[in-house]
């Protein structure tokens, strides 16, 4: 496995694809290696990606959109080697890019689990959210878009008129003060709810909400509850307040990152199906109407601050079940601005913050 400009103790993409790859290898009796990269350029992916093959390695994880221009310039010349991309997409790989036999990319939709982040933010009684994105790549874009369709269809649902979502790009996948300030003016201003949306971004949210009784965020990628509870809770901790931090979290928008690995690793290499993925980009999302814990996009059903009369582990089930039957469907078309979703919301888009 190749890291992308993170580590595997963020907590997050890396880490969970790390583990994912380590324990399928300890499972199989496969050796392993990761491999992070000096800094965050394509020349500093293509040094490790072909470090681990002059080490013998042979089949190559790598996860993020960041891998697209290493890619390019190493699957071709590497043959013999298999190439497993998560959250590349044909966007990401350019128009021209022709997929060799050796690569598999595969994405997810977000839109999906941004919906019922969104949804169930309202339903849960919030009126007043934001969406702090990190970089405008597609995969953010994605989530930010689903996440204010599932904002007005629960309002809609719920006939309310007064919900309100502050929308911005950080331009970057960490915190620092510039983004903290603009969402302590967020929270400042009646901001209940910030969905938290690219790395290590969530830290901004995280230390403004702190300042503000009652406010709230919303995690990403995996369940961040505990992830942000620990950051709020500062080094040196003891458990009770790192407990008393998860209630900051009302759910957290999950892809899939372990089991798509784990899965296809196994099918790759236990099975022998690699003629399966061959040259292919697949996009994950549903799999079961009826288990949304099988589905490669969900929210978490441990964390998730359910409430019986507004929104409860049933209704989740129950929306999953018509996004799986097709009776709900989510845009996932980015070239739209959020407002572009708002029916009976109010959405401000800001632009972005950096960059």
């Known amino acids: 496995m190749i890291t992308d400009y993170g580590d595997i103790t963020d907590q997050s993409f890396n880490q969970t694809t790390y583990e994912a790859c380590k324990e399928f290898c300890e499972a199989n009796g496969l050796q392993f290696n990761y491999f992070k990269p000096a800094g965050d350029s394509d020349a500093e992916r293509v040094a490790m990606i072909e470090s681990a093959i002059d080490e013998g390695y ?5 996860p993020g959109y960041a891998f697209a221009g290493a890619i390019k310039e190493t699957a071709d010349i590497y043959p013999e080697v298999t190439f497993i991309a998560l959250d590349v997409s044909a966007g990401d790989l350019g128009d021209d890019y022709t997929l060799p036999s050796n690569l598999y990319c595969a994405v997810y939709q977000e839109e999906l689990c941004g919906y019922m982040a969104g949804y169930a933010a309202v339903k849960l009684g919030y009126t007043k959210l934001g969406f702090l994105g990190g970089m405008a790549v597609p995969a953010v874009q994605r989530y930010g878009l689903g996440f204010v369709q599932g904002v007005d269809a629960a309002a809609a649902e719920l006939k309310l008129t007064d919900v309100k979502v502050n929308y911005v790009y950080g331009g970057q996948f960490f915190g620092d003060a510039d983004i903290t300030a603009v969402m302590d003016t967020w929270y400042a201003g009646g901001t209940q709810v910030v969905f938290a ?29 505990g992830v942000i509870a620990n950051y709020a809770a500062g080094e040196d901790a003891d458990a009770a307040t790192v407990e008393s931090y998860k209630a900051l979290t009302v ?25 399966k993925y061959v040259g292919q980009i697949s996009t994950l999302g549903l799999v079961s109407g009826d ?24 209704d989740y089930k129950a929306l999953v079940k018509a996004m799986f039957d ?30």
């Open 58 to 62: 042979n089949v190559v994880v790598m």
């Open 197 to 225: 949306c690219g790395g290590g971004i969530y830290t901004s949210a995280v230390d403004a909400a702190k300042k503000v009784e009652g406010a709230k965020v919303i995690g990403v990628d995996v369940d961040q509850a």
């Open 251 to 275: 759910t957290s928008a999950m892809k899939g990152l372990y089991p798509a690995t784990y899965d296809t690793l196994t099918d790759v290499i236990v099975n022998g199906n690699w003629d």
């Open 291 to 314: 288990d949304p814990t099988l589905n490669y996009v969900q929210i978490p059903m441990e964390s998730t601050q359910w409430a019986d009369g507004a929104f409860t582990q049933d």
């Open 326 to 355: 097709k009776t709900l469907t989510v845009s996932n078309d980015i070239s739209k601005k959020a407002a572009d979703f708002a029916t009976v919301i109010t959405v401000e888009d800001q632009g972005q913050i950096k960059g």
